[in-house]
C-alpha cells in the first residue's frame, strides 16, 4: 500500500509565501517523476509543477519565477515552494507521484488527499 502525505496549506495575505511537502510511503520500488496539481472551486485540475526523477522541472505558465519545485529522493518527499502568491492561486493542492511498487509492476499514478491553499486579504 502506497501513501502520499501533504502539509503546508493554510491561509495567506497576498505577496505571502507557503511551503508545501509530501512525503511517499509504503510500498515503494522507485519513484519516476512527482509533481502538485490543483482545483479550484468550479475548475478542472491542473498541473502546477512536476519534476522527474534527474530531469528537467516543469512549470505551469501562470506560476513560473514564483513557485519552486524540489524533491529528496532519500525521504521520497516533493516539495513546492510558493512565493508572491496571488488570489488566484487559492486552491486544492494535490501531491502526485509516477511509482512502481515492485520490479514487476508498471508505473502508476498515486494522488494525496490534498491540502488547502487560501490566499486573501
Known amino acids: 500500500q502506497v501513501q502520499l502525505v501533504e502539509s503546508g496549506g493554510g491561509s495567506v495575505q497576498p505577496g505571502g509565501s507557503l511551503k508545501l511537502s509530501c512525503a511517499a510511503s509504503?510500498?515503494?520500488?522507485?519513484?519516476?517523476?512527482m509533481g502538485w496539481y490543483r482545483q479550484a472551486p468550479e475548475k478542472q485540475r491542473e498541473l502546477v509543477a512536476s519534476?522527474?526523477?534527474?530531469?528537467?522541472?516543469n512549470y505551469a505558465d501562470s506560476v513560473k519565477g514564483r513557485f519552486t519545485i524540489s524533491r529528496d529522493n532519500a525521504k521520497n518527499t516533493v516539495y513546492l515552494q510558493m512565493n508572491s502568491l496571488k488570489p488566484e492561486d487559492t486552491a486544492v493542492y494535490y501531491c502526485?507521484?509516477?511509482?512502481?511498487?515492485?520490479?514487476?509492476?508498471?508505473?502508476?499514478?498515486?494522488w494525496g488527499q490534498g491540502t488547502q491553499v487560501t490566499v486573501s486579504s
Open positions: 519534476i522527474p526523477n534527474g530531469g528537467v522541472t
Open positions: 502526485n507521484a509516477v511509482l512502481r511498487r515492485n520490479m514487476r509492476e508498471a508505473y502508476y499514478d498515486y
Open positions: 509504503g510500498s515503494i520500488f522507485s519513484i519516476n517523476r
